[in-house]
T-cell receptor, first 113, second 115 residues
């Protein structure tokens, strides 16, 4: 079974631009969550989508948004990029069992110049 | 406010010896705890978990201990192998709140196992 796929793997943007990252979950998984990993803060929860609805949200500004499509694929968008947005963005999918662990993709490495 | 703390940023052990990775948490609502391992250029992979109704869970060379009164958990790896060298993240969630997919992670510990 294919794992979680994230695209693009690497990208460079400049301040003020916007970026869209894509995530395809494991087949059959309906929950998709996004995390930001930075050296100083570790992994921080951005948001979670289940059946096209945002179910949980972390403490990030409104510049960070996401959505989920009917096929469970998800996108996250960051508008008006800042230097501090440079990070590894990780997508994870889950089969939503009560104790289901998360399966992570390899991440999208964003560099903001 | 860091609700999950991994106070030691790194740990180095000899191959064959025990590795003990520690984690502390502050939120009493956490009732499910997980450990993830991450190699460079890869996403984190699930290692082992424990529910708050247990104080120990074992899976091969990996054992996680939970001390609820101290809000402390630890991951023991015995025996340690060079392939265990990676960053280990402790994570917690509140199953009773329905937010089982919202994990709060620590900052990670870099484990180096010397041959």
């Amino acid at each position: 079974k294919a794992g979680v796929t994230q695209t693009p793997r690497y990208l460079i943007k400049t301040r003020g631009q916007q970026v869209t990252l894509s995530c395809s979950p494991i087949s059959g998984h309906r929950s998709v969550s996004w995390y930001q990993q930075t050296p100083g803060q570790g992994l921080q929860f951005l948001f979670e989508y289940f059946s096209e609805t945002q179910r949980n949200k972390g403490n990030f500004p409104g510049r960070f948004s996401g959505r989920q499509f009917s096929n469970s694929r998800s996108e996250m968008n960051v508008s008006t990029l800042e230097l501090g947005d440079s990070a590894l963005y990780l997508c994870a999918s889950s089969d939503n069992r009560v104790t289901g662990e998360l399966f992570f993709g390899e991440g999208s490495r964003l560099t903001v110049l | 406010d860091q609700q999950v703390k991994q106070n030691s940023p790194s740990l180095s052990v000899q191959e064959g010896r025990i590795s003990i990775l520690n984690c502390d948490y502050t939120n009493s609502m956490f009732d499910y705890f997980l450990w993830y391992k991450k190699y460079p250029a890869e996403g984190p992979t699930f290692l082992i978990s424990i529910s708050s109704i247990k104080d120990k869970n074992e899976d091969g060379r990996f054992t996680v201990f939970l001390n609820k009164s101290a809000k402390h958990l630890s991951l023991h790896i015995v025996p340690s192998q060079p392939g265990d060298s990676a960053v280990y993240f402790c994570a917690a969630s509140g199953l009773s709140t329905g937010a089982n997919s919202k994990l709060t992670f620590g900052k990670g510990i870099t484990l180096s196992v010397r041959p």
